[in-house]
């Protein structure tokens, strides 16, 4: 009754407040006094002597939890630690929050699976991330209904195991999260290429999930970002159609062997036309192969250096990524998941062979230009593993001309990037390996 008093009064006190006819002495007067302010933590007070059971932040580990408003009037006693503390949740809280987002998550046991049962304390332990097991008991005390039949959700002695996942198979679970990249692709191609708000959203939620996540070794780091040292080795091929372009590669190996210049700048997997970036290869193997030749043909190789250290958003590491935890009651978790998954399969998106004026290349060029001009961290290129050559790694340098550059009318692209004319090699194609897979025709 008391705390339907105040809160009535409470209202009240807003509504005088916010009235355009109370001058702003009165209004100044009212506030100076204090009156809400003591009548809002009357309420407080009584909400907390409410509560069972007290957790402190230290004994809950669940992020979304722990961001929550958890300042006391008074000191309380946290029912996992026994520490006192300013700072806590209440059970009655916390059974609010979870009453109905944990059943995205767990569902009634159904007997199939004997020794996987899970009690109503237990799953609000991993939901909450708290092994306190006075906590959670008090929680579920506030859930269980004592009038609820044996079926439902929170009858008293009920079991539970986690939710199974919502695809039938592996193949299910690709299609449903690559969806939303066929999606953006489409548009892209057929619809709005430019300025297209769906597409940055897309990317930008892959490459914070990439970027937020480590590795095994060290799930600290930021894994997707490959650095190699300054002087690291890259090698770039081109086929020689006759002796007197041999002795052109060799005597101006950077010019001829370098990157074209923006009006020979073809369409590529990671570029447009008309924007030269330099794509070259880890091994000299990987780069004769890149070129596709033929038996008899010579490809002349440029072995090129690194004038500094190389920070490149490494692709091939998306499979092995290590992902912190995604708190259960987040508003994006479903969809954060998905995009987790989604960067298991984008290797593959992003690898798979297209003819070069196909427009599948679209997509890949602008997600290449998302992380080129990315804002949470500065990227020489892009490191990506090489359809050509098995066990092949490639790698596409950005340009680091300032915008300014590109109006001068003999602008040519920069790279931190050095080639000695003695690093070039002849090769002449003895064998090409071809690898084939059965196609069914549809009758």
């Known amino acids: ?104 998550h767990f569902v009634v046991d159904d007997g199939l699976y004997p020794g996987d049962e899970l009690s109503l304390s237990a799953i609000i332990g991993l939901a909450i991330r708290c092994n306190s097991t006075a906590v959670c008991e008090s929680v579920a005390q506030r859930l269980i209904d004592p009038e609820a039949g044996e079926d439902a959700f929170y009858f008293e002695g009920q079991e539970y195991r986690r939710a199974p996942s919502r695809f039938e198979s592996e193949e299910e679970c690709r299609w449903w999260v690559e969806g939303d990249w066929r999606r953006i692709a489409a548009e892209l191609v057929h619809g709005r290429r430019f300025f297209n708000s769906n597409a940055s959203a897309l990317f930008g939620s892959l490459v914070f999930e990439a970027m937020s996540a480590g590795n095994g070794d060290d799930p600290d780091a930021r894994a997707v970002v490959t650095t190699l040292p300054a002087h690291s080795k890259f090698y770039r091929a081109r086929i020689a159609t006759k002796d007197s372009e041999i002795a052109e590669f060799r005597s101006e190996p950077m010019e001829k062997l370098g990157a074209p ?37 010579k490809v002349v190789v440029g072995e090129f250096l690194s004038k500094r250290e190389l920070h ?29 998954l989604l960067l298991e399969y984008l290797h593959d998106l992003i690898a798979r062979p297209v003819r070069a004026h196909d427009t599948d290349y ?53 790279f931190d990037m050095s080639i000695a004319k003695e690093a070039v090699t002849t090769y002449e194609i003895r064998r090409v390996k071809y690898e084939t897979d059965e196609q069914q025709v549809p009758s």
């Open 261 to 297: 210049p923006k009006d020979r700048a073809a369409n590529n997997r990671m570029s447009p036309a008309g924007v030269p970036l330099m794509y070259v290869a880890a091994d000299r193997q990987t780069a004769i192969a890149e070129v596709r030749p033929s038996i008899g043909d």
């Open 1 to 104: 009754m008391f705390r339907f008093f105040v809160s009535r009064f409470a209202i009240k006190i807003g509504t005088v407040l916010r009235s355009p006819r109370l001058s702003a002495i009165v209004r100044v007067t009212i506030l100076a006094s204090g009156v809400l302010e003591r009548i809002m933590r009357d309420v407080r007070l009584e909400e907390e002597a409410r509560e069972t059971a007290f957790v402190c932040l230290d004994c809950i580990k669940d992020k979304w939890f722990r961001s929550q408003s958890s300042d006391r009037e008074m000191a309380q006693i946290c029912a996992g630690c026994g520490e006192k503390t300013m700072k806590a949740l209440g059970s009655e809280s916390i059974a609010k929050t979870i009453r109905y987002k944990i059943m995205d």
């Open 312 to 340: 490149f958003f490494d692709f091939t590491v998306l499979s092995k990524l290590t992902h912190a935890e995604i708190s259960l009651f987040e508003s994006r978790y479903r969809q954060r998941t998905d995009r987790r």
């Open 362 to 414: 679209v997509m890949t060029q602008a997600l290449a230009e998302y992380i080129r001009y990315c804002d949470s961290q500065r990227f020489d290129g892009i490191a990506f593993r090489s359809v050509q050559y098995d066990g092949g790694i490639n790698f596409v340098l950005f340009d680091k001309s300032a915008p300014e550059a590109l109006q001068v009318p003999d602008w040519t692209p920069q």
